[in-house]
């Protein structure tokens, strides 16, 4: 009988030592560094780390270096800030394009951020696929998804704001591409952004649903594009009622005086909503603009950079710009 005790007592403390060792420990900052003197070596790998829809906010510390991966952060993530160590030289990269073995584009992804409330800063997300077909580098499925001091780097495709009613904000962020290199359905707003063209094309392809009051609008942009670049249109619809607005952004000439594309369909003409106000630099060009674009007044073009009033479509959220 003692003997019988005692092989239950030694079992019930291995059980009572075991199990806290092979718990998660989960924290509330974690540090990704390729040299090995942080938490994780890859970002795929710090995901395992961040707790399932926690009340909290984990920060995610990213030491410079060129992380190869193809990333995915889950639905199940939240509250999560996701810092490079510098926006230069902390570079998230792949290299996938839709025709390899028939991909198709929304599999093409560098990052694809399914979860919500984030904040990615002061790092690159590139795609660095050959042209051969759509590359997206940054897919957004999330809401309540911010963007400070980033760079997005690509060709066609190179940002899918997806999320029917999903709300994104990019600030000082830098993004090139060629084609229809920021298309999607989402609400999102970009403040003191460069949008660089890399070749004669298309900047935007929204998507905006019907029922969706605005779509991407573009506040104190700089339009800008490579050398020998000389024909580039503000947007085309990917649907028909895209909403699309410039306010206050400077362009230079590349942009061509007609400004928009009907996207070989006259009869997007009637529900497309595209315009612009205070543009300036050469490719302004109000009296040459397309008959069916829109030109808001004063009042209306601050109700559409007015982060309170657009992104409160189903709460009060406020993006965090700092």
Known sequence: MLRNLSLISLLFLALTVSTPLGAVEYKRHITV???GSGDYLTLTEAMEGIRAF???????????????????????????????????????????????????TFRTYTVKVEGCDMTFRNLTIENNAEQLGQAVALHTEGDRLSF?????????????????????????????????????????????????????????????????????V?????????????????????????????????????????????????????????????STGAGASPDTRVTWALTPDAETARRYVDASGIFTMTDNWKPNKQ
């Not at 709300?167 to 949008?195: H, S, W």
């Not at 005086?257 to 006259?266: H, M, Q, S, V």
């Open 148 to 216: 400070i001091n980033c760079r997005f780097l690509g060709n066609q495709d190179t940002i899918f704001t997806g999320g029917r009613k999903a709300r994104l904000y990019f600030g000082g962020c830098y993004i090139e591409g060629t084609t229809d290199f920021i298309f999607g359905p989402a609400t999102a707003l970009f403040e003191d952004c460069t949008i660089y063209s890399k070749r004669d094309s298309y900047i935007t392809a929204a998507s905006t649903p019907a029922d969706v009051e605005v779509g991407y």
């Open 218 to 278: 573009f506040n104190r942009c700089k339009i800008k594009a490579a050398p020998g670049v000389g024909k580039v249109y503000l947007g085309r619809p990917w649907r028909p009622h895209a909403f699309t607005m410039f306010i206050d952004c400077e362009m230079d000439g590349h942009i061509t005086p007609a400004g928009w594309d009907n996207w070989r369909n006259p009869e997007n003409e009637k529900t497309a909503r595209y315009g612009e106000y205070g």
């Open 54 to 104: 926690m009340d909290y906010t984990v920060t995610v510390d990213i030491k410079n270096g060129v992380y190869r991966e193809k990333l995915v952060i889950p639905s199940w993530l939240e509250n999560v800030e996701f810092i490079g160590e510098s926006a230069d030289s902390t570079i998230i990269t792949f290299s996938d394009h839709a025709n390899i073995n028939k991909m198709g």
């Open 33 to 35: 560094a390729q040299d």
